[in-house]
């Protein structure tokens, strides 16, 4: 059964720094692997999707990676700002639950000025 | 601009009173899916439809039901809401269920069981 696992579950930086989040899953049969935003009481927004071929995706300051044989993604967030602080999840998609994403719990990140 | 829209964004029941949840989306995606969100907690989904065929997740409790009526709606019905059912509740939909296809997601409607 496939697990993701986010740690840590929490993160506070100052302001400017870059910083990485980390994702590890435990399947590596997975279709694509994604990095969701989630400002405090409200939904999600998908940041980036890389496929299980792809080794990295960007994204303005944002580069997400994959080494689907280890089990693990990052999220590298370049030049951190205070807009940046959010719950970031990743989650994969499973190739054998047709739909289903498989989340991690998320890390809290907050930037201080 | 607003692409997956959930009414109400807050909605306060009573224990074992029905609620009715509402999603509606303009991007004429064909599936459309419900996930739980409790706090500090991964989304969970309950249910998903493809275009008419819906999909109950095995762990769903029967207390939660779905309907969608049309292409760009999506109904989430509580029955008998009970103190665990307090949760976020995001609505989701993609164009397909392929696998390369991102998932957009509604802002959510906080449900609080009094």
């Known amino acids: 059964k496939q697990e993701v696992t986010q740690i840590p579950a929490a993160l506070s930086v100052p302001e400017g720094e870059n910083l990485v989040l980390n994702c590890s899953f435990t399947?590596?049969?997975?279709?694509?692997l994604q990095w969701f935003r989630q400002d405090p009481g409200k939904g999600l927004t998908s940041l980036l999707l890389?496929?299980?071929s792809q080794r990295e995706q960007t994204s303005g300051r944002l580069n997400a990676s994959l080494d689907k044989s280890s089990g693990r993604s990052t999220l590298y967030i370049a030049a951190s700002q205070p807009g940046d602080s959010a719950t970031y999840l990743c989650a994969v998609r499973q190739k054998d639950s047709n739909y289903q994403l498989i989340w991690g719990a998320g890390t809290k990140l907050i930037i201080k000025p | 601009d607003a692409m997956v829209i959930q009414n109400p964004r807050y909605q306060v029941t009573q224990f074992g009173k029905p609620v009715t949840l509402s999603c509606s989306q303009t991007?004429?995606?064909?599936?459309m899916y419900w996930y739980q969100q409790k706090s500090s907690q991964a989304p969970k989904l309950l249910f998903h439809y493809y275009d008419k065929d819906f999909n109950n997740e095995a762990d769903t409790p029967d207390n939660f039901q779905s309907r969608r009526p049309n292409t760009s709606f999506c109904f989430l019905d509580i029955r008998s809401p009970g103190l665990g059912d307090a949760a976020m509740y995001l609505c989701?939909?993609?164009?397909?269920?392929?696998?390369?296809?991102?998932?957009?997601f509604g802002p959510g409607t906080r449900l609080l069981v009094l």
């Open positions: 890389i496929q299980s």
């Open positions: 399947d590596s049969a997975i279709y694509n």
């Open positions: 991007l004429n995606h064909n599936v």
């Open positions: 989701a939909t993609s164009r397909d269920p392929g696998s390369s296809v991102t998932q957009y």
